[in-house]
């Protein structure tokens, strides 16, 4: 019998307690990491005798047993992860932050990413840690990337009482004066009745504070009706370590698990008189699912202190509230078309020119570092030629002057969305295109209801300096099933002529591309070997569009 090989999953450590009942701790740390890719390893810090109503006995396991089931993983399952649950006291807390000093003083290698869930009551409402210190868990904070407290831990861990978003802010900064690298304020328990019910008919939010001194960010999605949330802050962390343990970036990673949680909630159920656990439901696919990530100068990142108030025109037209994934933005106008199939991305207008001359139907003049002065005139005429051959033609960057001369459309990049008017592109009428590498970004620009949404770089480029890595194709599928159903899709970076027929199997409606068509020896050959490339991959489901899509098409 043939075998297809897999890719090896990752391994991830849970170092946690066993939970009897099966809803939370190891059980549950460890049917996560399996849902979502990952190898479980188990460090079992103690046993409770537990159920989903009643935390009947707490046994720590002996330190000899602990330190022994950490070398004992360390000699052969090294983890890519590290996700740290239930800890019965400060002692072993310090423990485990010796061995993790112990592994650093003898050489062993750079740590893996850490997250720590500071465990310290059971969803029944029992105490599972029972020593009060308020910082039982300092001595590991150097060695844990992202600790992630619920409130009520918040305000154990740092006196504060955590009433309003300007005191969870206030609590992640002490974390962080006290060595936390990151905080993540857990937003599932907080303000029932307060500042997260906005817009959409008072709906109750349940809003996550990501906080360090270089990230601040905020997710946002409706609160799940549910009493059957045992082990979710399990869930979270292991989903977490799990997710980062396949290379994600922290904010990529976190609207995952946001998603996760989402599906886990929804789809729960109870099995004993208590809370039930959450369900385990794969790898999230669905953009309903994600979190709604609020954007600069939006009230919600305002009510956190994130933003100065913004007092511009632009203001008024970031979305604020609403329902997860609709937002009070108004829609750019929808492309004419579902797919934008090939689409050249050239610095000039003799390039605009030949390939209109060619046929190209969707291209870019992309010219950088030239003041708006010097660009005018080139821009007028590539504006000019796209309508005269009835083209889609996207202006990167100076969209003052695509509006001044009536483009088809403007493409912008992530740090451009926080500065253009925005506003002013949509009243003009012109179709906007953003810029995206990953989970985070994409769910930014979502919010903004663009014409399209561009995901890059796929594969190493040298065309343009990167600050992150190549998404790969894994990624780009996944990317397209969230994105397409709701706008088109473009994949940028890298994607020469034999890439090209993977690339489209992914599904994705675009491709754009600088040096398959700038250095070809043959432009017209490359157009369409690139046109062939989509012509003859199989077709995936993703590339369905919505009805406001395919209206145009
Ligand atoms: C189709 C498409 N996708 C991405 C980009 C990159 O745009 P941006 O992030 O604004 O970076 P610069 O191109 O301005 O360097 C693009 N131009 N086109
Ligand atoms: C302009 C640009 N933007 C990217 C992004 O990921 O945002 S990648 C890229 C360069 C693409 O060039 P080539 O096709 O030569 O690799
Ligand atoms: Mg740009």
Known sequence: MSQVATAKRPIVWTIAGSDSGGGAGIQADLLTIQDLGGHGCSVITALTAQSSVAVDHVEPVSDIGFIAQLDTLWADLKPSAIKIGLLTGPAQATLLADWFA?????????LPPIVLDPVLVASSGAMLNTVEASDQFDALLPYVDLITPNGDELAALTGVVIDSPGAVVQACEQLLARGARAVLAKGGHLFVQGEHRHGDKDAPRCVDLLYSAERKALFDGPRIATHNTHGS???????????????YVLEDALCVVRAYLHNGLVASQQYG????????????????????????????????????????????YIPSGGTEQSNTAIPFADCDVAALGVYPVVDSVDWVEQLLTLGVKT???????KSADEVEQDIARAIALGHAFEARLFINDYWQLAIKHGAYGVHLGQEDMAVADLAAIQRAGL????????????????????????????????????????????????YVALVQPHRPAVAIGGIDIPRAFEVAKSGVGSIAVVRAVTQADDIGAALTALQQAFDSAPTLPTQTLSPECTAHA
Do not use: N
């Open 102 to 110: 112990a592994g650093a003083a003898q050489g062993q290698g750079a």
């Open 233 to 247: 802050g399990c869930t979270l962390s292991s989903a977490l370590a799990t997710v980062l343990a396949q290379d």
């Open 273 to 316: 008189d208590g809370p039930g656990p959450l369900a385990r439901t794969g790898w999230p696919t669905q953009l309903e699912s994600f979190p709604r990530i609020p954007l600069p100068g939006s009230a919600l990142r305002r009510a956190y202190g994130l933003d100065a108030p913004l007092l511009t025109d632009r203001d008024a």
């Open 363 to 369: 291209l870019q003049l992309r010219i950088k570092d």
């Open 431 to 478: 179709k906007l295109g953003l810029s995206t590498h990953g989970y985070y970004e994409i769910l930014r620009a979502h919010a903004l209801q663009p014409s399209y949404i561009a995901m890059g770089h796929i594969f190493p480029t040298p065309t343009k300096a990167m600050p992150s890595a190549p998404q790969g194709l894994e990624r780009l599928s996944k």
